[in-house]
């Protein structure tokens, strides 16, 4: 707890000039299974928010992306696969903070009695995953440096309780997902990663948010970035502490969000030309497989203005 206590002190030193002008604004944010919120909750940075902040909870990146394009809510966290679908797809959204992360927790996964061993054991089976999603770029990543194709295998695109009902029954052989799913399934079900993102996905990730909240809302949403940065500094330093808390908050046994969190390690970092040249290989990875017809160009879709938020945030 001193440990604690001393990490978010930090955190909140950084943030000792947030500006005045965020009083009175309310940031409608929507999250993926409380991925943002518990984190910034267990480091203690939504204490003392100067606007009030809704949240709103989404299975998975594709509805939140949705949501944000009907303009339901103002930003939210969501993976560099999904996030190219929306932009090329019209959603008026950006990236303001981008996300590095290891990806060890990004996996297809088979059931513990599967005989497959490798993602080539799968040539012909059916993996569940939902479309558009980083599990579905993780899935064609892998085909690639196994010199496969799409008609290799089956894909059932499914939300992700729908998925791990499919391959617990056995109606799918494997599934391709993230983190939680992947730590949950690992430590519950005894489920097995069989490949994982890890060298093959850039492993990116954004906090985006909506055009019309970047010039109506930018003092809170830069608070809110430098919060996130602090979170994730202090999440990083104490892993069994932020293990706890989030168990806590999410209702799940502690050996889930340990599991996950001792193998990730993330960074909140400014979206620059690196990032943009890495949302841009994803993005013609859809492409080259025909799942991307609309011209993307990545440098279009990031907003790199709030890397002083960041900067001041991650201390």
Request: proline share 4%.
């Given at each position: 707890?001193?440990?604690r206590?001393?990490?978010?002190?930090l955190?909140?030193?950084?943030?000792?000039?947030?500006?005045?002008?965020?009083a009175g604004i309310?940031?409608?944010?929507?999250?993926?299974?409380?991925n943002?919120?518990?984190?910034?909750?267990?480091?203690?940075?939504l204490e003392?928010v100067?606007?009030?902040?809704e949240?709103?909870?989404?299975?998975?990146?594709?509805?939140?992306?949705?949501?944000m394009?009907?303009?339901?809510?103002?930003?939210?966290n969501?993976g560099?696969?999904?996030?190219?679908?929306?932009?090329?797809g019209?959603?008026?959204?950006?990236?303001?903070?981008a996300?590095?992360?290891s990806q060890q927790?990004?996996?297809?996964?088979?059931?513990g009695?599967?005989?497959?061993?490798?993602?080539?054991?799968?040539?012909?089976?059916r993996?569940?995953?939902?479309?558009g999603s980083?599990?579905?770029?993780?899935i064609?990543?892998?085909l690639?440096?196994?010199?496969?194709?799409?008609?290799?295998?089956?894909?059932?695109?499914?939300?992700?309780?729908d998925?791990k009902?499919?391959m617990s029954?056995?109606?799918?052989?494997?599934?391709?997902?993230?983190?939680?799913?992947?730590?949950q399934?690992?430590?519950?079900?005894?489920?097995?990663?069989v490949v994982t993102?890890?060298?093959?996905?850039p492993?990116?990730?954004f906090q985006?948010a909506?055009?019309?909240?970047i010039?109506?809302?930018?003092?809170?949403?830069?608070?809110?970035?430098?919060?996130?940065?602090a979170?994730r500094?202090?999440a990083?330093?104490?892993?069994?502490?932020?293990?706890?808390?989030w168990a806590k908050?999410?209702?799940?046994p502690?050996s889930v969000?340990?599991?996950?969190?001792?193998?990730?390690r993330?960074?909140?970092?400014?979206?620059d030309?690196?990032v943009?040249?890495d949302?841009?290989?994803?993005?013609d990875?859809y492409?080259r497989?025909?799942?991307?017809?609309s011209p993307?160009?990545?440098?279009t879709?990031?907003?790199?203005?709030?890397?002083?938020?960041?900067?001041?945030g991650?201390g």
């Amino acid at each position: 707890m001193i440990r604690r206590r001393h990490a978010v002190g930090l955190g909140l030193a950084a943030l000792a000039m947030r500006p005045a002008r965020a009083a009175g604004i309310t940031l409608r944010m929507g999250d993926q299974r409380g991925n943002v919120q518990a984190m910034m909750k267990a480091a203690g940075l939504l204490e003392g928010v100067p606007y009030r902040i809704e949240w709103s909870e989404f299975a998975a990146a594709a509805p939140l992306a949705e949501a944000m394009n009907a303009g339901a809510i103002d930003g939210g966290n969501i993976g560099d696969a999904p996030f190219v679908f929306a932009a090329a797809g019209g959603a008026p959204i950006r990236g303001i903070a981008a996300r590095r992360s290891s990806q060890q927790g990004l996996a297809v996964l088979v059931r513990g009695v599967s005989p497959a061993k490798s993602f080539a054991d799968l040539r012909g089976k059916r993996i569940a995953t939902g479309r558009g999603s980083i599990g579905h770029y993780l899935i064609l990543a892998a085909l690639e440096a196994n010199h496969m194709t799409t008609a290799d295998v089956q894909l059932a695109f499914l939300l992700p309780a729908d998925a791990k009902t499919a391959m617990s029954s056995g109606a799918v052989d494997a599934w391709s997902t993230w983190e939680p799913y992947t730590s949950q399934a690992e430590v519950l079900e005894g489920a097995r990663r069989v490949v994982t993102g890890e060298g093959i996905t850039p492993g990116l990730g954004f906090q985006a948010a909506t055009v019309s909240a970047i010039a109506e809302k930018r003092p809170a949403l830069e608070d809110f970035v430098r919060r996130l940065a602090a979170a994730r500094r202090w999440a990083d330093n104490n892993t069994d502490a932020y293990a706890a808390q989030w168990a806590k908050l999410m209702g799940f046994p502690e050996s889930v969000p340990h599991l996950w969190f001792t193998r990730t390690r993330e960074s909140i970092v400014t979206p620059d030309a690196t990032v943009a040249t890495d949302l841009q290989r994803v993005a013609d990875t859809y492409s080259r497989t025909g799942l991307l017809r609309s011209p993307f160009t990545a440098t279009t879709v990031l907003d790199a203005t709030f890397a002083g938020a960041i900067r001041a945030g991650s201390g």
